[in-house]
């Protein structure tokens, strides 16, 4: 079994060997540690197991830590691993989809993952859920307004969480974001309206190596599979 360089160190639980070591894990991984400060708020948002929160939170120890992970699966999991694993540091475990609203939300939930705008290719029952956004989570968590690093990776359910997050934009220094390009072409979802929201938000993007991307190199990306972005003001 194949297990990510930074979370070697952590006998986490886990419900599939894939959890260990997938995608750019070791890569964002990277990012973050340079990222978190000790005075930072770190949001992961799709925290899974805790596969990003647990080394972020052992080896930088920031102000806080917030998870929000949906999937009812991975919730228990995520909740003894970050027991197990977060020393004396603050953490809050969120049970919710991040969405656009507080309050009444249709949740997919997958075997592993779940969505509020992926339409998966198994069956699964939308499930009525309440939903938080990011903005509320800071007004409760942040009142000093502290510098914020975000990981987010939702299932297509980016465009929707970050229009939940329009009032604390000013406090993000930096984020991590998934698109699925690949399944947002077969549902219909314009990569490139979503980016030109982002740009004009205030946000530069940046590939996981930090080199600057412009519009026509992002439309290049929104022809290929999935890829991760850093976003930075």
């Not at 297990?3 to 160190?9: L, M, R, Y």
């Not at 596969?51 to 992970?69: D, F, H, N, R």
């Amino acid at each position: 079994m194949i297990i990510n360089k930074h979370i070697q160190p952590y006998k986490m639980e886990y419900l599939t060997e894939n959890d260990l070591d997938n995608g750019n894990m070791t890569v964002i991984i990277d990012r973050l540690l340079e990222e978190v400060g000790s005075d930072d708020i770190f949001i992961d948002i799709g925290a899974y197991i805790g596969c990003m929160s647990v080394p972020a939170i052992a080896q930088k120890k920031p102000y806080l830590t917030i998870c929000v992970e949906p999937n009812t699966r991975a919730f228990p999991i995520l909740e003894r691993n970050l027991k197990t694993f977060s020393g004396t540091a603050r953490y809050e475990l969120i049970n919710a989809p991040a969405s656009d609203i507080d309050g009444g939300v249709l949740f997919q939930q997958a075997e592993n993952t779940g969505s509020l705008t992926r339409s998966y290719d198994e069956v699964y029952p939308k499930i009525a859920r309440v939903g938080v956004t990011i903005d509320r989570v800071m007004e409760i968590h942040n009142p000093e307004h502290k510098k914020v690093v975000i990981k987010m990776d939702v299932e297509m359910s980016e465009p929707r969480v970050w229009k939940g997050m329009k009032k604390c934009l000013k406090d993000i220094k930096f984020v991590i974001i998934e698109f699925f390009f690949q399944e947002w072409r077969k549902q219909n979802m314009d990569a490139m309206e979503f980016y030109d929201e982002i740009i004009r938000d205030g946000f530069i993007f940046f590939t996981l190596r930090n080199e600057p991307i412009d519009r026509e190199q992002f439309i290049t990306y929104a022809e290929g599979f999935n890829d991760d972005f850093i976003l930075r003001r």
